[in-house]
């Protein structure tokens, strides 16, 4: 018994001089156990432990509906990780704060990276981007044929896009575009993707600063296309019972409806769609826009790009510096090439060879990238607002309000944001 | 009272008790209500506001509408009571297979919220199963959880679904209580069954109704969150919103959490009030 406590004595002694001199990174994330992802997160594993011996990478993977409050109520109690996953934009703005300022660390990768700005501001920049983030609409090639459409030439222009629904709807079988707006996020990617066209650079900026206002005219139209399109049948019934995530993009899937505003990269992506439709039923167009701006062509609709997701370091953190070290191995062109091949996100780090590239549709998706790109305007707004549309944008869509109303209540919301 | 010695090793049992009631109820507690007077965003920013947080939700509409939310809940208190008190009542009263209703009416009660939630969402969304039963019958299909008519009352069904049982149990004990002699005498009398219902068993019962309003309130105030996250997301707009899910809004996704703290603090004080009444229902019940 004696020498059982011994023993087991020397082995606890042991190890906790063990772990006085290993380091550990503990990493937050909401991807690292995603099947797509883990040969991405596990080689980055591999690299970062082998060129550092003794520290060790500990992913955390929480999930993603309450992976916010998960990371506030951490870094408020000092139990942050070392470093987190965030994505790009309100979210990632909103924990500054908490953030270490990377731009003399990041200094020799800057160039190689895009998306820096979805995680800066005017003091400098608080995290490394990983991957390029966009809305674009996916159609089914085979329903668009069943409806007497030419699958190759999707809508470029409003008034195309009204033929093309209203083809559909002749059709009867499917709606026109599957819609999911039960937390409101339906009225966020139809918000950004018109705004991408529909409004100037100058717009987009003064959006974001609280100027222009949500009575003012760019604003309300877009607000006016989701009641009539709504009105014209172009979304199904129960859109407000009915998840984004995935019940809407499981719907497109199976074949439920020909067209779906999808994301680029992470999920409900060309890689996703490829799999379940065929790679060569998986179309991608520019959401069009009933009007242009100034500063745009009507018929070449442009789409909402931005960071999608990126990794900034917790400045309570004691191991900052290799926090720092790892970011920058994750957003290496070596593991990022897994990152676009595996999980088909499509990866800000600008060497990534996209040339072995099969899908049509992420074919397309870099086409677009090439030539077009507007900020994602929801993003930009205040969490108040985002809150407020999406309450309003059920109310719409029901008939509970109208676009005046709406307009009259969110100017209210965004002047207490931005006081 | 015993000895100081006896006191003191008294003193020593409850302690644990008495610490895990300071640590994770009272700290926190007052943890909030200091919290409630700081406008924060849960990372570096504390400053305080005083009664700041408390005066702008006397304006936010958000809240405003939780709380009518809330009031239609309370109005619809006699539902949440009355039903499992008759179904009670035609168990004991021997209807055949009572014993069957019994387990498959507390059956609900073991499920937790998520599960309910999932599986009526598949029950009622707007290609759910109600629905194609309604379309094959040629009925018009109705969105119950995505219109703002139907989507509080649709969840409050669900909620008393999957709670009445718990109710019905309370109401089957109190009525063992009730003597059989006075039931019999109320018979001989020539009084029929609906008079010895209303004018000798709900009389005896009124103290087992007073509690089952008390904790169904409650219950149904501080456990809905669940339900409401899984089926309408507090939606369309805020006509499913209660203070409870507001409250995680606040916090977890709008990075508030001294205007959460706030909101919890009314909630909270709303709670104390209705289990004021609860201690008082049972320390009187205590004589009976």
Redesign the interface.
């Known amino acids: 018994m004696r020498m059982t406590l011994k023993a087991a004595l020397m082995l606890g002694t042991l190890l906790s001089g063990t772990s006085a001199w290993a380091q550990e990174i503990t990493v937050w994330d909401w991807k690292s156990s995603d099947p797509l992802s883990v040969p991405y997160y596990q080689k980055a594993k591999e690299v970062f432990e082998a060129a550092h011996p003794g520290v060790t990478i500990n992913y955390v993977m929480q999930p993603h509906d309450?992976y916010?409050?998960l990371l506030?109520?951490a870094?408020?109690s000092n139990a942050g990780p070392d470093m987190f996953l965030m994505n790009g934009g309100a979210q990632a703005k909103?924990?500054f704060?908490?953030l270490l300022k990377l731009d003399d660390k990041v200094a020799d990768i800057k160039d190689d990276l895009v998306g820096w700005e979805e995680f800066a501001d005017a003091n400098g920049v608080y995290a490394v981007p990983l991957s390029i983030q966009g809305f674009v609409v996916y159609y089914n090639k085979k329903l668009y044929t069943d409806a007497g459409l030419d699958a190759a030439k999707p809508p470029k222009t409003w008034a195309e896009l009204a033929k093309v629904c209203d083809a559909i709807k002749a059709k009867g079988a499917v709606p026109c575009f599957a819609m999911g707006n039960?937390?409101?996020f339906g009225i966020e990617f139809w918000f950004s993707s018109i705004a991408a066209t529909s409004w100037t650079l100058d717009e987009q900026a003064e959006f974001a600063a609280g100027k222009l206002k949500w009575s003012s005219e760019p604003v309300k139209a877009i607000l006016q296309s989701w009641v009539d399109a709504n009105k014209n049948g172009w979304f199904?019934?129960?859109?407000?019972?009915?998840a984004k995530f995935m019940?809407e993009y499981e719907g497109f899937m199976r074949g439920e409806a020909a067209n779906t505003i999808g994301l680029i990269s992470d999920v409900a992506h060309w890689k996703q769609f490829d799999e379940f439709l065929g790679a060569e039923n998986d179309g991608v167009f520019p959401m069009p826009s009933p009007t242009a701006a100034a500063d745009k062509k009507e018929g070449e609709p442009n789409f909402p790009l931005a960071g999608g997701i990126g990794y900034g370091i917790n400045k309570a953190s004691a191991n900052a510096d290799l926090a720092v070290a790892f970011a920058k191995v994750l957003a290496s062109p070596e593991l990022e090439q897994i990152f676009f091949n595996d999980a088909g996100a499509v990866a800000a780090n600008a060497k990534v060879d996209t040339a072995g590239v099969k899908s049509p549709a992420a074919i397309e998706i870099l086409k677009i990238m090439a030539t077009s790109g507007a900020p994602m305007a929801h993003a930009n707004a205040t969490?108040?607002e985002l809150?407020e549309i999406?309450?309003?944008s059920?109310?719409l869509?029901?008939g509970?309000?109208t676009v005046d109303e709406a307009v009259k209540?969110m100017d209210e919301v965004q002047a207490e944001a931005h006081k | 009272m015993g000895s100081p010695a006896e006191r003191r090793i008294a003193l020593l049992f409850i302690a644990p008790a008495l610490l895990l009631v300071a640590v994770f109820r009272i700290f926190p507690l007052l943890w909030g209500f200091v919290l409630s007077f700081f406008d924060s965003d849960g990372m570096t920013k504390l400053e305080f506001v005083g009664f700041g947080n408390y005066v702008a939700l006397a304006s936010d509409n958000a809240f405003r509408d939780s709380v009518e939310n809330t009031l239609i809940l309370i109005a619809t208190l006699p539902i949440w009571v009355a039903l499992p008190m008759l179904l009670a009542i035609l168990i004991h009263q021997g209807v055949p297979g009572g014993g069957f209703f019994r387990a498959v009416y507390f059956f609900p009660a073991v499920l937790s919220s998520v599960i309910i939630g999932s599986i009526f969402n598949m029950v009622l969304r707007y290609d759910g199963s109600l629905n194609a039963m309604l379309k094959a019958v040629g009925l018009v299909p109705v969105d119950w959880l995505g219109s703002g008519s139907t989507a509080l009352y649709v969840l409050f069904s669900v909620q008393l679904w999957s709670t009445f049982g718990m109710s019905l149990l309370i109401f089957l004990a109190g009525l063992s209580t009730v003597p059989t002699e006075l039931v019999e005498a109320a018979r001989l009398d020539g009084a029929k069954p609906m008079q010895i219902w209303w004018h000798v068993i709900i009389p005896v019962l009124r103290p087992i109704i007073e509690f089952v309003g008390v904790v169904t309130t409650i219950g149904a105030l501080t456990s809905m969150f669940g339900l409401i996250y899984v089926l309408t997301a507090g939606g369309p707009g805020t006509s499913t919103t209660l203070p409870e899910f507001l409250i995680w809004l606040e916090q977890g996704k709008m990075n508030r959490p001294g205007y959460a703290a706030a909101i919890s603090m009314l909630l909270f004080s709303l709670m104390a009030g209705l289990a004021y009444v609860q201690i008082r229902i049972m320390s009187k019940n205590a004589n009976l």
């Open positions: 309450q916010y409050t506030g109520t870094l408020s909103a924990r704060g908490a039960k937390e409101g199904p019934q129960g859109a407000n019972s009915t019940d969490a108040k809150e999406h309450r309003l059920q109310l869509l029901n509970e309000t209540r």
